[in-house]
């Protein structure tokens, strides 16, 4: 294990946070998954959900890796794996990505994933989770 102190960790989740965000803002407009094919703009914000998605997942891994899986096997209700098994499908099977999965993504997972986050930060704010930090 690499040795992360705490601050780092909350940055790094702070990080995931804000890209949750800015996700979540950048596709409010988007309807349907055909929204992210409708045209060359659309398919721009398409391309930035998916660097999203795959920053998010390799953050989230590195966190898990970085605290030996402890940390978030504090938050079992979350699908922490599934979020790093979408940020391997982006990275590594092109092909793969399907615009309907992206979509039913941004518009089921992100919100729930957002609240599981600030609960995260806020047990480790609060000292909760130091054991899993060292």
Known sequence: MQFTSKEELADMLRFVERQTVFTIETTAKVETYHDFLASQEAMVLFNST????????????????????RLFACYPETPWKKVIGMRNIISHEYLSIDPQVIFATVKTRLNPLLSDLRRVL???????????LK
């Open 122 to 132: 806020s047990d480790i704010d609060a000292g909760l989770r130091d054991e899993e």
């Open 50 to 69: 998916c660097m999203c998605l795959q920053t998010i997942g390799e953050t989230i891994r590195r966190v898990d890796e970085r605290t030996s899986e």
